[in-house]
C-alpha cells in the first residue's frame, strides 16, 4: 500500500501537477490521521474491556469477602447470645435466684462467661482495591462509601472490644481463678465430654466463695450487660456488609 502511494505521488511531481499532489498530500495526511484515530479507539476499545474484566473481578472477590464476612458475623452473633445466657446463668446463681444448681452447668458458665468472640473482616481484596488505585473503574461515590464504611474500623468499636470488653474479661478471669484450679480452663476446651468437669475434685472449685464474692457479682453483671453493645455492633456490622453486597449485586 506505501509503494501505490509512492508512484502516485512521483507521478504527479513528474508530470508537475503541483495542485493535485497538494491535494493528494492533504489526502494522504487525513488517511494517516484517521488510521491514527482508528487505532487509539482500538486501542481504548481494549482497554475497556480490560478495565471491564478487572472491575468483574474486584465485585466477584468483594461478593466472595462479603459473603465469608456475613457468614462469620451471624455465627458471632450465635456465640455472643449463647455466652450472654451462659452469663446470665452464672449471674443467678452469684445473686442464688437457682431454686435447683448444676455444677456442670454453672462450671461451663463460669468459663463461657468470659469467652471472647473474634469476629475478623476480610479486606484483602477492598485493601488491593485501594491500594492500586482501581477504585476508579467503578466511578461510583456510592459505593465508596459503602466498602468505606464497612471496611474502614469504627474507632469507638475498636476501643470497645479490644480495651473495656477485654479487661472486664480479663479482670472476670484473674480474679475467678482463685477459686479454682488453673486446669479447668485447659481441660474444658480439651476433653471431649467435659461433664465430669463440674463433679471432678481435682479443679477445686470453691462454689461458696465464688457466690459470695462481690466482685466477681460486678465483674458479671458488667460482662452480660456488654453484651449488648456486642450484639448491636455485630448487628450493625452485617446491615452494612448485607447493604454493600445489594448494592454490588444492583451494579453487576
Given at each position: 500500500m506505501i509503494l501505490f502511494f509512492k508512484k502516485i505521488r512521483q507521478q504527479l511531481l513528474s508530470n508537475g501537477t503541483t495542485g493535485k499532489y497538494l491535494k493528494y498530500a492533504l489526502g494522504e495526511i487525513v488517511?494517516?490521521?484517521?488510521?491514527?484515530?482508528?487505532?487509539?479507539q482500538v486501542n481504548n476499545w481494549n482497554q475497556d474491556r480490560l478495565n471491564q474484566?478487572?472491575?468483574?473481578?474486584?465485585?466477584?472477590?468483594?461478593?466472595?469477602?462479603?459473603?465469608?464476612?456475613?457468614?462469620?458475623?451471624e455465627e458471632q452473633k450465635e456465640i455472643n447470645t449463647y455466652t450472654e445466657q451462659e452469663g446470665q446463668y452464672l449471674e443467678a446463681f452469684l445473686g442464688q435466684q437457682l431454686t435447683e444448681i448444676d455444677t456442670f452447668?454453672?462450671?461451663?458458665?463460669?468459663?463461657?462467661?468470659?469467652?471472647?468472640?473474634?469476629?475478623?473482616?476480610?479486606?484483602?481484596?477492598?485493601?488491593?482495591?485501594?491500594?492500586?488505585?482501581?477504585?476508579?473503574?467503578?466511578?461510583?461515590?456510592?459505593?465508596?462509601?459503602l466498602l468505606d464504611d464497612y471496611y474502614i474500623p469504627n474507632n469507638w468499636a475498636v476501643l470497645?472490644?479490644?480495651?473495656i470488653l477485654q479487661t472486664a474479661w480479663f479482670d472476670y478471669r484473674d480474679e475467678m481463678v482463685k477459686f479454682h484450679s488453673p486446669?479447668?480452663?485447659?481441660?474444658?476446651?480439651e476433653?471431649?465430654?467435659?461433664v465430669e468437669l463440674g463433679y471432678s475434685p481435682t479443679?477445686?472449685?470453691d462454689w461458696k466463695g465464688i457466690q459470695q464474692n462481690a466482685y466477681l457479682k460486678t465483674q458479671v453483671g458488667m460482662i452480660v450487660a456488654y453484651r449488648q453493645?456486642?450484639?448491636e455492633f455485630q448487628e450493625d456490622l452485617l446491615q452494612k456488609a448485607q447493604k454493600v453486597v445489594e448494592y454490588l449485586g444492583q451494579s453487576n
Open positions: 488517511l494517516v490521521m484517521i488510521g491514527i484515530l482508528l487505532a487509539l474484566q478487572l472491575k468483574q473481578s474486584y465485585i466477584e472477590n468483594l461478593l466472595v469477602d462479603l459473603q465469608k464476612d456475613i457468614s462469620s458475623i452447668l454453672l462450671t461451663r458458665s463460669l468459663i463461657m462467661t468470659a469467652f471472647i468472640p473474634n469476629a475478623t473482616i476480610t479486606n484483602s481484596t477492598y485493601n488491593d482495591l485501594i491500594n492500586s488505585n482501581h477504585f476508579h473503574l467503578f466511578q461510583d461515590a456510592q459505593l465508596k462509601r470497645f472490644n479490644e480495651r486446669l479447668l480452663y485447659r481441660d474444658f476446651y476433653l471431649e465430654d467435659p479443679y477445686q472449685i453493645q456486642i450484639r
